[in-house]
Nanobody, 133 residues
Framework: QLQLVESGGGLVQPGGSLRLSCAAS????????IGWFRQAPGKEREGVSC????????YYADSVKGRFTISRDNANNTVYLEMNSLKPEDTATYYC??????????????????????????WGKGTLVTVSS
């Protein structure tokens, strides 16, 4: 069974850090672009950061650039999102997704949740991140 499982969410104070993990099972991540997307209450889902599993190229949304770092562990078929200097506006459910590489990392990240061509093929169930004092 093909699936992505996220972990690492929780409650953190502003300025704090969290590391999210996305473990893939049932398939290998080669030839996929893996992304972290988030959805806050009442808002559309947005691409936060994506990585090409083959060459490691990355994309970050402007809102997280310099604070978040995406990385991959080839041996464990896992992708991580290190989140630092967290802000209340980072509060959201974070989803891991994987899509066959149909375009650039940026295209897949920006359009992956709303374009059939750049679609992400597999989605996790999400993990909640709450940034609050």
């Amino acid at each position: 069974q093909l699936q992505l499982v996220e972990s690492g969410g929780g409650l953190v104070q502003p300025g704090g850090s969290l590391r999210l993990s996305c473990a893939a099972s049932g398939f290998t991540l080669n030839y996929y672009i893996i992304g972290w997307f988030r959805q806050a209450p009442g808002k559309e889902r947005e691409g936060v950061s994506c990585i090409s599993y083959n060459d490691g190229s990355t994309y970050y949304a402007d809102s997280v650039k310099g604070r978040f770092t995406i990385s991959r562990d080839n041996a464990n078929n896992t992708v991580y999102l290190e989140m630092n200097s967290l802000k209340p506006e980072d509060t959201a459910t974070y989803y891991c997704a994987a899509g066959l590489s149909r375009g650039t990392v940026q295209a897949m990240c920006v359009m992956g949740q709303k374009s059939y061509y750049f679609r992400m093929d597999y989605w996790g169930k999400g993990t909640l991140v709450t940034v609050s004092s």
